[in-house]
């Protein structure tokens, strides 16, 4: 028998929400394992943690780099920041932005004769990247896409979330309170609407 309210056809229906908290353990959780994936060239940690699609535009990227014997060489990274903005219905999928604020090395390096072919492997970088997440209920969120907001060398490895617009955002601090950004500076925190 149907029933609404969650229950349909004698099982209950799952309704979920996804929470800001939630996304914040996912960046915290998948950041390291993106990072160490890039360098290693694993597309089985993206398929975890990734969409297809972005599994997809991945791919090419490493099999390039298997073909050229080259690695990306990826070390050090440290997460700084984290703002999270709020959640969306978009088309069929609930989805989010985080905006990440860290520092790493990275260079481009010759498997064969371990030569630097770009980059430094002593420079400290900083970056602030838009990972953009779908929420799915089999999996949770997701990373579908990455895009580099700011980027600047190592006299600026005080990074903080330089570029990031105006809206409002979930930090990694508080992650169950919502602020402000108005482009320039926080308002005044307040509780997540539940």
């Not at 990072?35 to 791919?59: I, K």
């Not at 969120?141 to 490895?157: E, F, H, I, K, Y």
Request: proline fraction near 6%.
């Amino acid at each position: 028998m149907a029933r609404t309210g969650g229950v349909r056809h004698g099982k209950v229906k799952q309704v979920f929400e996804p929470s800001a908290a939630a996304l914040h353990d996912c960046v915290r959780d998948a950041f390291p394992q993106i990072q160490r994936a890039w360098n290693d060239r694993d597309l089985d940690v993206f398929s975890r943690l990734a969409t297809d699609d972005y599994v997809s535009r991945a791919r090419p990227v490493v099999d390039e780099l298997d073909r050229k014997l080259q690695i990306n060489r990826i070390e050090d990274p440290d997460l700084r920041d984290v703002a999270v903005s709020h959640p969306r219905k978009d088309a069929d999928a609930m989805q989010a932005d985080a905006y990440l604020a860290f520092i790493l090395r990275d260079w481009l390096e010759d498997l064969r004769t371990t030569e630097v072919l770009r980059g430094d492997p002593e420079a400290l970088l900083s970056f602030v990247e838009r990972w953009s997440f779908v929420f799915d209920e089999a999996r949770g969120w997701t990373l579908d896409r990455v895009s580099t907001v700011w980027s600047g060398g190592p006299s600026n490895a005080g990074v903080e979330l330089r570029g990031l617009p105006a809206g409002r955002y979930s930090r990694r601090d508080a992650p169950a309170r919502w602020v402000e950004w108005d482009g320039s500076a926080w308002t005044p925190e307040r509780p997540v609407a539940t």
